[in-house]
């Protein structure tokens, strides 16, 4: 795991920065020690240089919006700031962020079982849900119950964008 040094009450307590998934599954083992490298940098300088090296570890997709969300409230940046930061544009991290800001659970649920793809969420139904969070509820269930190819799913939005109130919910 990694770590950063505390400021435990004992003076050798530690901030885990990584490794959270590694630690449960110890302590569901019965164990109560794990071994970790102890960074000697701030948390701000932890925590980016993880989300800079993302390429070394494989992240949910979940676990990587959640971390850049709390990376930007925790440390009050930009959108920006965060995407020079961590060697991306700011339309990844754009991207990432509506995942966990704008989607409701039942969405995000769909895209965590597989129902709905990570590519359809992020660039038809978090659009969708801005603008009719109850449409984009039906069109999860929809894909849920029939998938359909991102390709048709993309058409279908551009349709659906450029029609009038009444077309829009039939």
């Known amino acids: 795991v990694a ?27 019965g ?4 071994l970790g490298i102890v960074h000697e940098f701030n948390e701000k300088d932890a925590v980016l240089s993880i989300l800079r090296n993302s390429n070394c570890r494989s992240w949910d997709v979940f676990e990587e919006a959640s971390l850049l969300n709390e990376f930007i409230v925790r440390f009050e ?48 139904l978090v659009p969708l849900a801005r603008a009719n969070k109850k449409h984009a509820l ?13 390709r048709i799913l993309q058409h279908f939005f551009k349709i659906y964008s450029t029609s009038n109130r009444n077309v829009r919910s039939k």
């Open 3 to 29: 770590v950063i040094p505390g400021d435990g009450p004992a003076g050798n307590q530690f901030v885990l920065i990584d490794g959270y998934f590694r630690v449960k599954a110890m302590r569901m083992c």
């Open 31 to 34: 164990m109560d020690t794990v």
């Open 77 to 124: 940046l930009g959108i920006s700031e965060t995407a020079q930061l961590i060697g991306r544009d700011k339309s990844f991290v754009k991207r990432r962020l509506d995942l966990v800001r704008e989607l409701p659970n039942e969405i995000l649920d769909a895209v965590r079982s597989g129902a709905v793809s990570v590519w359809s969420a992020s660039r038809i």
């Open 138 to 150: 039906a069109l999860t269930a929809f894909l849920k119950k029939d998938s359909m190819s991102t």
